[in-house]
């Protein structure tokens, strides 16, 4: 037999279940949308990006650190200076 207590326990789990699912959907979509703004980027600055670039890029899951690609993406002179930053960081 389950009680009140019992239950209230369980719904309450469920709700911050529901809640943890919530923030990490909306920081897996903030993901995704700062490699769009990446590779958005550089396709409208030097029209082609290597695939392994492309990938490189998308491998990326720090917020920070895909901020600053977007930021270098957005002032690099040619797509080379982009790809030997993307490869330190």
């Known amino acids: 037999m389950v009680t009140s207590t019992m239950q209230e326990l369980?719904?309450?789990g469920r709700k911050e279940g529901?809640?943890?699912?919530i923030r990490e959907g909306?920081?897996?979509g903030e993901i995704k949308r700062q490699i769009q703004d990446v590779l958005k980027t550089l396709k409208v600055r030097f029209k082609r990006i290597p695939a392994a670039t492309?990938?490189?890029i998308k491998s990326y899951k720090d917020p920070i650190a895909l901020e600053s690609l977007f930021e270098q993406?957005?002032?690099c002179e040619?797509?080379?200076e982009f790809e030997r930053?993307?490869?330190h960081l």
């Open 78 to 80: 040619t797509l080379s």
């Open 10 to 12: 369980l719904q309450e």
């Open 73 to 75: 993406a957005l002032v």
């Open 54 to 56: 492309e990938n490189a």
């Open 85 to 87: 930053d993307l490869a």
């Open 26 to 28: 909306i920081k897996e």
């Open 18 to 21: 529901i809640k943890e699912g």
